[in-house]
């Protein structure tokens, strides 16, 4: 067995390996990967093969870390809920009943580990007549918050959050609210979203024309909307906070095998589309592991081969030895036998060979090594037909392969927590930073470097020293004394250009039968023009879809990257924030939270108004307490700029950081939250009275890692963070 990282075991302590009643971990990872392959070879035995001898094969692919499947086949393989599969697609009919039952299947789906993607575009749109009732329809929007709020109350088995995708065809009525409808930061927190597009409107959008709208429950054309002026709405959202994406859905449905049906929506990343009903197996090789410099290219082909072929014949096991949360769902899967093997460390391959991420020769290699990887797996896949049969909705005329076990072999997901215990980069982004902090023991800070980059440096710098350098960049291009060979070869995100992401996501979706998830990067500074033109380049070059992220453009963004963080500007408003007296009274309040006890300390004015806010929690120099101090800056800053306790109190109660429901008797949820509880003390006090009753909102902070506090990535439309290994995604 390869040698795990820290961090892999940490992630895989807090929500992979078993536990006893107590929640103590009573497995190790050796034993994991044994329970799962086992598990998994059990499809083997009913077809009267050597299910031991396949275990064993199995186990040395995954406990070598060339391969590992989705989470929930990591989780609940060879356990009693057998739920194996990453995501689904269900169908949201125009009926009442209809609606609430996708809301029934959603939790069943949740609580077992899975994700969910629906189109919204059979209801009828808002105001639309309901005959049964005489009343109106509310429309897609406001029954996608039912689904939003069902999410927030399922806890999926103690091991993922729920996560969904809502799509809506850019024809339906109520496009333009679907759009706006994610501008409120504090709602469909549990939501992506993306708009379907159609060819016919980006027809209208080159031919700068209108494009009909049309009315699901009759099928009538019931107005027209500009394209231009529709586009133009996505584009400011996505420029604004990442969403909606897009999903060119008719490309989607010229690749689909099975004829006869209609791919309405994807998974929550974006990366597989989905028949209603249907869910997906993925998994993914590292492809850091397949470096061979003797060979032509420097990728050992005849071992990744060897890994494909056996990949593909566990994922189709999976789909066998899987237990369905809905009978529906296993009819259609089974009749596809969709698998998606997909890859990670890709980025790592890239440095290892000394290959730039946006040069000519990454992007033809990205196209070799997808092509190799998808001719090895529907050979695979003809040879499980030829011994197992084709998959029983096989059509000559339409499937991808003249004979196969599989409707669909490969898709490029987003690897997230996977990547973590594989030590690799995530799917086919590049490196997001050369160093990152973990904290440990709430105070020390660990920087953690990629290997890569201190294998090479190492010759000429010490650890410490690197490890000095690297604090606060996310990028190494300004440092000139490391060879600028070197920063060609290590670049990271952000310095690579929209058009470079997107050719790159473009190189591996022409050799991937179902999509690629990947995030399209933007600096803070970028336009809308641009991100237009990264919409328009990823048409022209044949995605099946496309998620951007502008840096720091979501409320609340961690920009910290080792240990210290980006300077921000400062406010050019001049603020008068008076002479402060040299002594001053006021009051300390202590409130329970989740990272120890804080206390908030206000003091007033002479004439009884208040005036600062110090707020302390825990010992001195740690996360939490750093982040309750600048809470306390700039409160009194905003209350020395004459804005009243009230209106601070509203902005920061109810702000949630963790998954329970609050500490102590007065639920806090956060630091922020705690600080607002103090200060509806405070004005208890004040006016001898209890607080006055304040509109309440309920805010999730989405900058932040909702286990660590630590910083996120935005990675193919999963978040990730690297501190702790919370991931959103498989």
Not at 311 to 320: E, P, S, T
Not at 508 to 529: G, I, L, M, R, Y
Request: aromatic share 8%; glycine share 8%.
């Amino acid at each position: 067995m390869k040698e795990l990282t820290k961090n892999a075991i940490t992630v895989l302590e807090r929500r992979y390996l078993l536990k006893d009643a107590e929640g103590k971990v009573i497995e190790t990872p050796d034993q994991m990967f044994w329970r799962v392959a086992q598990a998994v070879a059990e499809a083997d035995r009913s077809k009267n093969s050597n299910a031991l001898d396949w275990a064993g094969k199995y186990y040395d692919m995954m406990s070598n870390l060339d391969f590992l499947p989705n989470s929930p086949t990591l989780m609940n393989a060879g356990r009693e809920l057998g739920q194996l599969s990453a995501c689904f697609v269900l169908p949201v009919g125009d009926s009442m009943e209809e609606i609430f039952d996708a809301i029934k299947n959603t939790a069943l789906i949740h609580k077992s580990g899975g994700g969910t993607g629906f189109s919204f575009s059979r209801l009828r749109p808002s105001n639309d007549r309901v005959n049964s009732t005489s009343g109106v329809s509310s429309g897609p929007v406001s029954f996608m918050r039912v689904f939003n709020s069902a999410t927030d109350v399922i806890k999926q088995g103690g091991t993922r959050r729920g996560a969904n995708m809502g799509i809506l065809r850019v024809d339906h009525p109520d496009i333009k609210e679907f759009i706006r409808c994610k501008e409120n930061p504090a709602e469909f927190n549990n939501f992506n979203i993306s708009v379907a597009i159609t060819d016919e409107f980006m027809g209208a959008l080159a031919d700068d024309d209108v494009y009909a709208l049309v009315n699901p429950h009759t099928g009538e054309v019931v107005g027209t909307e500009s394209a231009a002026e529709i586009f133009e709405m996505i584009v400011d959202r996505a420029w604004k906070n990442g969403e909606p994406g897009i999903v060119f859905i008719d490309r989607m449905n010229e690749d689909n095998p099975l004829p006869g049906t209609v791919i309405e929506s994807t998974n929550p990343c974006g990366e597989q589309p989905l028949l209603p009903y249907e869910s997906c197996n993925l998994g993914s090789i590292n492809l850091g592991n397949f470096v061979d410099e003797k060979e032509a290219g420097g990728v050992d082909y005849h071992r990744l081969r060897h890994v494909v072929k056996l990949a593909v014949r566990f994922l189709d096991d999976v789909i066998d030895v899987n237990r369905y949360p809905l009978p529906e769902i296993e009819e259609v899967t089974k009749k596809s036998r969709k698998i998606g093997l997909g890859v990670m460390g890709w980025a790592d391959l890239l440095v290892k060979l000394r290959i730039p991420y946006n040069s000519d020769r990454a992007f033809k290699l990205a196209g070799d090594v997808m092509e190799f990887i998808s001719l090895q797996a529907w050979e695979a896949s003809e040879d499980l037909a030829r011994e197992r049969g084709a998959y029983p909705g096989y059509c000559a005329d339409t499937a991808k392969a003249p004979l196969s076990r599989n409707a669909t072999v490969t898709t490029i997901a987003p690897t997230g927590s996977i990547s973590i215990i594989a030590n690799a980069s995530s799917g086919v982004e590049p490196l997001f930073a050369i160093a990152y902090t973990k904290t440990v023991m709430d105070e020390d800070k660990l920087v953690e470097v990629h290997p890569e980059f201190l294998r090479v440096m190492g010759e000429t710098m010490s650890w410490l020293k690197i490890t000095e350098r690297l604090k606060g960049k996310t990028s190494i291009q300004d440092m000139e004394d490391i060879p600028e060979d070197i920063r060609r070869v290590f670049l990271t995100a952000h310095d690579i250009s929209p058009m470079e992401h997107v050719r790159m996501q473009a190189a591996f979706q022409k050799f991937t039968d179902n999509a690629v998830s990947k995030t399209v990067n933007f600096p803070n500074e970028a336009t809308k023009k641009d991100v237009e033109a990264a919409f328009l380049y990823a048409w022209d070059m044949g995605c099946k879809g496309v998620t951007v992220y502008r840096d720091g453009s979501r409320d609340n963004q961690v920009l910290s990257v080792a240990s210290e963080a980006k300077p921000v500007a400062e406010e050019k408003t001049p603020i008068d924030k008076g002479d402060r007296p040299s002594m001053l009274l006021g009051r300390t309040f202590k409130q329970q939270t989740g990272c120890g006890s804080i206390y908030v300390t206000i003091n007033e004015t002479p004439e009884g108004k208040p005036f600062e806010l110090f707020a302390t929690i825990g010992k001195a120099g740690g996360c939490a307490d750093s982040q309750s101090q600048a809470i306390g800056r700039m409160v009194s800053m905003a209350w020395r700029s004459g804005i009243t306790a009230e209106e601070v109190l509203r902005q920061l109660s109810d702000i949630s950081c963790h998954s329970h429901h609050g500490m102590g008797d007065k639920r806090v949820q956060s630091c922020a939250d705690a600080v607002s509880k103090a200060i509806r003390e405070y004005i208890g006090v004040k006016t001898h009275n209890s607080a006055p009753v304040l509109e309440k909102k309920k805010v999730r902070v989405n900058g932040a890692c909702k286990e660590c506090g630590g910083q996120i990535e935005h990675e193919g439309g999963c978040v990730v963070c690297h501190s702790c290994g919370f991931s959103e995604c498989a």
